[in-house]
């Protein structure tokens, strides 16, 4: 945020707590908080008014609100890339799988790991990005079931 719209997070905070507002306050939330998109603080600051009427709002209960908000919008992001994946195992023949995010095709199910082997594109950079994404969200199969990568 700049500083404008800090003075406008501020004004808002000030209706609802009948604060004062002064140069140095702008300084500190901006500083604090500077780095955080306005309409993100925006949610915070209603939030924090619903759920904890009479507390002294500060730029700490904005950033944690903003940030349970953004770990929220990533799980939720996880679960949707999930259920994209387990939507296209009807979309195939039987024995089949597509991944949506490395187009890579699975034709095996691999009970060793509990789930369907996926053949990763031929490109080497484009098949290292793919793994690295797919380790990131399922972590690595290798050693989640006691084997060492090799």
Request: glycine residues 8%.
């Amino acid at each position: 945020m700049n500083r404008n719209e800090v003075i406008d997070l501020l004004t808002a905070v000030s209706a609802s707590d009948r604060r004062t507002v002064g140069q140095a306050d702008v300084e500190v939330w901006q500083t604090a908080i500077g780095h955080l998109a306005l309409p993100e603080c925006q949610r915070a600051v209603v939030g924090h008014i619903r759920e904890c009427p009479g507390m002294w709002l500060e730029p700490g209960h904005i950033l944690k609100r903003v940030e349970a908000e953004r770990k929220q919008l990533a799980d939720n992001a996880v679960k949707e890339q999930q259920a994209i994946a387990y939507r296209s195992l009807s979309e195939y023949p039987e024995g089949s799988y597509v991944d949506p995010d490395t187009r890579g095709v699975a034709t095996e199910w691999d009970s060793g790991i509990g789930s369907f082997r996926v053949k990763t594109p031929a490109r080497p950079e484009h098949r290292k990005k793919c793994m690295d994404e797919i380790r990131a969200v399922l972590g690595d199969p290798r050693t989640k079931f006691g084997r060492t990568p090799a």
